[in-house]
């Protein structure tokens, strides 16, 4: 159960994070398989966010290296975006991943594969202490177009 909660600016806990001008937004998160169990919240906004090593562009090529499109997918040209919400825990591993838009089931099955098989990342900060985060990522899987080349006659006049 995720219970989220805004109180006014003179409300104001060291725990809670800023989100509007005159409101502050915290978020506590109480249901975890005894695995994942820490008396920590996760946050969904932060001062300083989780990155992957190397940052956005390596993300970018982790994905375009590590994602298997599927031959059942390919054959019947399904193609867009699956959403992947996860947790950065405060050790940057990655877990408690869910698909929050489906394609099918197959691009599913391998937006999470990809997912659970990513490294760690720097975890988010709050002040100084690393905490736990959502992180959502939409993860697209496209068709390569068929090159097409028009060929012209010259007019030799």
């Not at 969904?44 to 499109?69: C, D």
């Not at 937006?111 to 990342?121: D, E, I, T, Y």
Request: net charge positive.
């Amino acid at each position: 159960m995720v219970i989220c909660t805004q109180t006014t600016i003179s409300q104001i806990k060291p725990e809670t994070i800023k989100a509007q001008p005159k409101t502050v937004m915290t978020v506590i998160y109480n249901e975890l398989s005894d695995k994942d169990k820490s008396k920590e919240p996760i946050y969904t906004v932060v001062e300083l966010t989780a990155q992957f090593p190397g940052g956005e562009q390596k993300l970018q090529e982790y994905i375009s290296q590590n994602l298997h499109y599927p031959t059942s997918a390919k054959d019947k040209s399904i193609h867009g975006k699956v959403v992947v919400r996860f947790v950065i825990f405060e050790t940057g591993k990655v877990g408690k991943c869910e698909i929050v838009r489906s394609l099918n089931p197959e691009c599913d099955k391998e937006a999470l594969r990809l997912v659970q098989s990513m490294p760690n990342w720097i975890p988010e900060k709050q002040g100084e202490k690393n905490i736990a985060v959502y992180y959502t990522l939409p993860i697209s899987f496209e068709l390569q177009k068929s090159i097409r080349t028009e060929i012209k006659p010259v007019d030799r006049k």
